[in-house]
């Protein structure tokens, strides 16, 4: 069911999701938290603009907590993170999984 909503938004998509502020964060389960937890030290922008697999998130969050000091979140709350970030900035974002990002186009 998250999978056909996380498609329904991917197809809906057009440059809009890319605008600078968490406002424009498409609405799901989890959004407020993950505005909560990662907008505090920098651009929701840098968050959105990624495109990976669950796991990926999952080490992104680890590298968060383990070099950026971010807070550790409880295995709940890590869930609901990685729920909303894996599906809707997931790797399906585009075709060939690249992703545009401010330092440049990342393929995996
Ligand atoms: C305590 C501060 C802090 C918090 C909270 C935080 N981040 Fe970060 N994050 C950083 C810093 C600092 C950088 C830039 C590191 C660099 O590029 O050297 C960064 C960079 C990133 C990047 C870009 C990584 C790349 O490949 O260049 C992503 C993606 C990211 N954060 C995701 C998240 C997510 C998702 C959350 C919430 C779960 C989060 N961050 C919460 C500090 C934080």
Request: with cysteine; net charge negative; hydrophobic share 35%.
């Amino acid at each position: 069911m998250l999978i056909g909503l996380a498609l329904a938004i991917l197809s809906g998509w057009g440059s809009a999701v890319w605008a600078q502020d968490f406002q424009s964060l498409p609405p799901g389960p989890g959004r407020d938290e993950t505005i909560a937890w990662c907008s505090g030290c920098h651009s929701m922008a840098l968050v959105t603009q990624q495109g990976m697999s669950r796991s990926r998130w999952d080490d992104t969050i680890t590298w968060m907590v383990e070099n950026q000091n971010m807070p550790e979140p409880t295995e709940e709350e890590r869930k609901v993170l990685l729920d909303y970030l894996a599906s809707h900035f997931g790797e399906a974002k585009s075709g060939d999984g690249c992703i545009e990002t401010p330092w440049g186009r990342r393929c995996p």
